[in-house]
């Protein structure tokens, strides 16, 4: 008895699930036609969509950097001598 009352139950839960699920379309499936109003009420949308990035103005260039760059460059090393000269450092290795 408790076999089938268990059987009963999962039939009952697994029915309304599967009542629940939508239809997706699968591959190689074909559309279903729209309707004349639907074809309408898209293109109708396209264009409205078309106006709106009519309204959007252009933009010249940005310089996110541009604030914070100075107009002048500074000079890299006033004097010849700074960039030949080379200094040994030591790195904690005998030769």
Not at 15 to 22: G, L, P, V
Not at 43 to 62: C, F, H
Request: positive net charge.
């Amino acid at each position: 008895m408790r076999v089938i009352l268990a059987a009963a139950m999962i039939t009952l839960l697994a029915s309304t699930a599967y009542a629940q699920d939508n239809h997706v379309q699968r591959y190689g499936e074909a559309d279903k036609e729209k309707s004349a109003t639907e074809l309408q009420a898209e293109k109708d949308a396209q264009r409205a969509y078309q106006r709106s990035l009519g309204n959007i103005p252009d933009k010249g260039p940005s310089d996110p950097w541009g604030t914070v760059r100075s107009d002048t460059p500074k000079a890299a090393a006033s004097t010849p001598a700074a960039k030949t000269a080379k200094t040994k450092t030591k790195t904690g290795a005998a030769n």
